[in-house]
């Protein structure tokens, strides 16, 4: 089969930031390179910490005559499969300094609530999680089993997270994040920072090779915003930054379009449901206004088609469990390889080493089952 037939994979827009300019400095003044290396070092002395496999997708990359694609595959980040694990659970190690007196609250769409109560739970603490009434019961019940209590609130993520600061602001709970807001900035930011522990990994992983291309799906931009930081302190060179969105959520490409942070008005949820956020946060914007070099946005089409190649070991040796939003990095790389332009505008060529990332596994294992039947 051919993997890569140009007609078969689908993007809706490609934009180049028009304010460019990736200084290292700069980032490392947002998230520091202490809160990094701070993050490392708490994480990697956790019990069952082990850096997650990164994978060539060797098939892929012959097909479309690039040097390598390498793929982190977070589907194996402790047992929470997904790369949110490094983030939620460090916040609330850093906040609580594990405080048992303390309980730690906060709304979800599924996998930053796992990771706080996953935390909340090594640490012997309280947990309340809010989620909305679109969030699925398999997710809920994913959160309870680790010992959470899960609160379902009617509407969507936005009223979740009014009614976690209302009950947290009534009860005296530490709300635990991924999303800032003015006067609302560390904890995000340390969820960042537990986030770029990936790309020191990374580091230790390519021996001597030289990432040149990095394609980062964002929700609001946290895990992108934490890659760049994590690019800018532990790379040498710069690589080409691409954001990938679901074009029914593409509020970074918005933004970076238009030099300011932009709020989208979200018509139709996305299958990439991590990724269906309508408004950057504030912390990766301020990192990533500059730092990314271009936008690409995807319709859902060929998200349950590149989840099949992943998981029959068509793009390299491996077998990958790859859930919904670990689909549109690959999906993008081939698109951006089939345009003449956006190849020549990426610099795509037999030189690259891209770097994809594999965000998270069959975290909805029913979603999963049924994405891979259909
Ligand atoms: C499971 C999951 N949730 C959320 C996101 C988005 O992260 P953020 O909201 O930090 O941009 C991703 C990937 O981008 C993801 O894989």
Redesign the pocket.
């Known amino acids: 089969m051919n993997i890569s037939n140009g007609q078969l994979w689908k993007y809706s827009s490609f934009i180049q930031n028009e304010n460019h300019s990736f200084n290292k400095d700069k980032i490392l003044e947002i998230i520091t390179k202490e809160q990094i290396d701070d993050a490392y070092l708490t994480i990697s002395n956790w019990k069952s910490y082990n850096p997650t496999p990164l994978l060539v997708l060797n098939k892929l990359s012959k097909e479309l005559s690039l040097n390598k694609i390498y793929y982190k595959d977070e589907s194996k980040r402790f047992d929470l499969k997904?790369?949110?694990a490094l983030g939620g659970a460090y916040a609330v190690e850093k906040i609580t300094k594990g405080n048992k007196n303390t309980t730690v609250s906060t709304a979800t769409?599924?996998?930053?609530g796992r990771s706080v109560a996953w935390g909340a739970q090594r640490l012997g603490l309280k947990c309340k999680i809010f989620i909305s009434e679109f969030v699925s019961d398999a997710r809920g019940k994913a959160m309870e089993a680790l010992g959470a209590d899960v609160v379902k609130v009617k509407g969507n993520y936005e009223n979740s997270l009014l009614e976690c600061i209302k009950q947290s602001t009534d009860n005296n709970w530490q709300i635990v994040q991924?999303v800032a807001w003015k006067d609302y900035m560390l904890v995000p930011t340390l969820t960042m920072a537990g986030y770029s522990v990936m790309m020191k990994e990374i580091i230790g992983q390519i021996n001597d090779d030289e990432i040149t291309h990095i394609f980062l799906?964002?929700?609001?931009?946290?895990?992108?915003g934490a890659m760049v930081a994590g690019s800018a302190r532990y790379l040498k060179n710069i690589p080409k930054i691409i954001v990938v969105e679901p074009d029914s959520a593409a509020c970074v490409m918005e933004s970076i379009k238009s030099g300011k942070i932009q709020k989208v008005n979200i018509l139709r949820e996305s299958l990439m449901g991590?990724?269906s956020?309508g408004e950057p946060?504030l912390v990766?914007w301020e990192i990533l206004k500059n730092s990314v070099d271009n936008c690409i946005s995807l319709p859902d089409d060929d998200i349950a088609r590149a989840m099949k190649l992943f998981a029959n070991g068509s793009f390299g040796n491996d077998r990958i469990i790859a859930?919904e939003?670990?689909a549109p990095g690959v999906i993008s790389l081939i698109a951006s390889c089939n345009d003449q332009n956006i190849k020549n505008t990426l610099n795509l060529n037999a030189d690259s080493n891209v770097l994809l990332i594999g965000?998270?596994g069959d975290?909805d294992q029913e979603m999963y089952k049924k994405l891979l039947k259909d």
Do not use: I, L, Y
């Not at 769409?109 to 930053?112: K, L, Q, V």
């Open positions: 997904s790369f949110k769409a599924g996998n930053h991924d799906q964002a929700g609001v931009g946290g895990m992108a991590g990724m956020c946060s990766p859930g939003n670990s965000c998270e975290t």
